[in-house]
């Protein structure tokens, strides 16, 4: 069975310092990886994605991929309260439908 | 450009009716899929429609089954409710082309209770 596989946490940090929230999967065939943000009772919001191994910036938020160690990672640089939410990670291969994470509750202390 | 919408966004029905949801997906795109997130179970594939065919099927029973027109939009159908289907329906519109960085944008979810 293909996986998507996180880390429940809570991960907490104090504000203004880095968020690092991981992600392993299971499917070498994988080419595609989401980061959504999901706040309690709203829908996935889309962050970043990222197809080639190495980091992809945007604003606060990296996304690094090692394809061969089957890893993603999402950094959050300067966490602000409002970053505290729960992080889905997906990964898509061609036709198949996205295989989500169960997702990783960050909260971030003011 | 107008996200994706869903309707009703709240629902309450009892065990052994039927309930159909709506999906309006983003102007453009042509590939639905839809999701059931539970506390328990996370975010779970239903199915996946693409130009008005069926291209991907989740793990789910026939009760839940679902459909595109020809301008897109979808619905899905679950017959004979059971306690358990209480959660929230999400739908995810993209553009359906393949390739590597077909990204999803969800709707804002149909919440689905069951009494």
């Known amino acids: 069975q293909k996986e998507v596989e996180q880390n429940s946490g809570p991960l907490s940090v104090p504000e203004g310092a880095i968020a690092s929230l991981n992600c392993t999967y299971s499917?070498?065939?994988?080419?595609?990886f989401f980061w959504y943000r999901q706040y309690s009772g709203k829908s996935p919001e889309l962050i970043m994605f990222?197809?080639?191994?190495g980091d992809k910036e945007d604003g606060r938020f990296t996304a690094q991929l090692n394809k061969a160690s089957q890893y993603v990672s999402l950094l959050i640089r300067d966490s602000q309260p409002s970053d505290s939410a729960t992080y889905l990670c997906?990964?898509?291969?061609?036709?198949?439908?996205?295989?989500f994470g169960s997702g990783t509750r960050l909260q971030v202390q003011p | 450009k107008a996200g994706v919408t869903q309707t009703p966004r709240y629902l309450i029905k009892t065990r052994g009716q039927q309930v159909t949801l709506s999906c309006s997906p983003i102007?453009?795109?042509?590939?639905v899929s839809w999701y059931q997130q539970t506390p328990g179970q996370g975010l779970q594939f239903l199915f996946e429609?693409?130009?008005?065919?069926?291209?991907n099927k989740g793990n789910f029973p026939g009760r839940f089954s679902g459909r595109q027109f020809s301008n897109s939009r979808s619905e899905m159908n679950v017959s004979t409710l059971e306690l358990g289907d209480s959660a929230l329906y999400l739908c995810?519109?993209?553009?359906?082309?393949?390739?590597?960085?077909?990204?999803?944008?969800f709707g804002p979810g149909t919440r689905l209770t069951v009494l």
């Open positions: 995810a519109s993209s553009s359906g082309r393949v390739g590597s960085t077909d990204t999803q944008y």
């Open positions: 429609y693409f130009s008005e065919t069926q291209r």
């Open positions: 997906a990964a898509g291969a061609g036709r198949r439908a996205l295989t």
């Open positions: 990222i197809y080639s191994n």
């Open positions: 499917d070498r065939g994988s080419q595609s």
């Open positions: 102007s453009g795109h042509r590939s």
